[in-house]
């Protein structure tokens, strides 16, 4: 980090299901191991923990506890589950990190702009979706088909920035991660260079 003053951002990350969010966000987390000032976050969600997802697994109860206690960021429903981010990583976005997060465009979509907010839209096309949710092998086919009807809400949703992860995937994971390293430049120049 340079000794400019930094302006912290969260930066959602959102897209449908099947586009990648989860293994793009792994593979720039890799590549940019060294960079203290990007922070990955982990998910609480009122799900198992099983193939296919990482996240920090709480019960319904638990989840609700924890959020009604203001122990969570930001926090938001889908799918039948809930999903938040613990409160701690204000502290990061306090201290002028970029903070990392793999969101809803639901819950994103509800937020005002604010330019310590970042929105980048992972997307594929629709029959690569398809095909990588039921490998994937971690909802029904009938959750799957919730999950690809759900993408008509979101067609024109507006983004700071868009990954096409229709090919390797890592060519989209170095999408992602030159885009936070150039955030976190940006940032050395205020948040009005990138206010939405
Ligand atoms: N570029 C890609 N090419 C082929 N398969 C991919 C690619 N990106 C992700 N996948 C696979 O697609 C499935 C869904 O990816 P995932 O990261 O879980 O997406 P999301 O978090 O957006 O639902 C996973 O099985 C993953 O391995
Ligand atoms: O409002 P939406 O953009 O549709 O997103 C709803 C939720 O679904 C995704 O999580 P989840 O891990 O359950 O699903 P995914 O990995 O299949 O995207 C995403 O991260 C949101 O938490």
């Not at 019960?59 to 009604?68: I, V, W």
């Not at 992602?176 to 260079?193: C, K, M, R, V």
Request: proline residues 4%; aromatic residues 8%.
């Amino acid at each position: 980090m340079s000794t400019a003053q930094k302006t912290g951002a969260w930066v959602f990350i959102c897209g449908p299901s099947g586009s990648g969010k989860d293994s793009v966000i792994a593979y720039a987390q890799q590549a940019l191991a060294a960079r203290s000032d990007i922070v990955f976050t982990r998910r609480f969600v009122s799900r198992p923990v099983h193939a296919g997802s990482d996240h920090d697994a709480l019960t319904p109860a638990a989840f609700a506890a924890l959020a009604q206690a203001g122990g969570l960021s930001w926090h938001w429903r889908a799918h039948g589950f809930s999903y938040g981010i613990a409160r701690h990583y204000d502290e990061a976005v306090g201290a002028g990190c970029l903070v990392i997060v793999n969101g809803s465009r639901e819950h994103v979509n509800g937020l005002p702009a604010s330019p310590d907010r970042l929105v980048l839209h992972i997307t594929a096309e629709p029959t690569a979706l398809a095909q990588r949710l039921l490998r994937r092998g971690r909802d029904s086919a009938e959750a799957v088909a919730r999950r690809l009807e759900r993408n008509a809400d979101f067609d024109a949703m507006p983004a700071d920035c868009v990954i096409f992860n229709d090919g390797e995937l890592a060519d989209a994971g170095r999408q992602l991660a030159n885009y936070l390293e150039e955030s976190t430049l940006s940032a050395d120049a205020g948040p009005t260079q990138r206010a939405r």
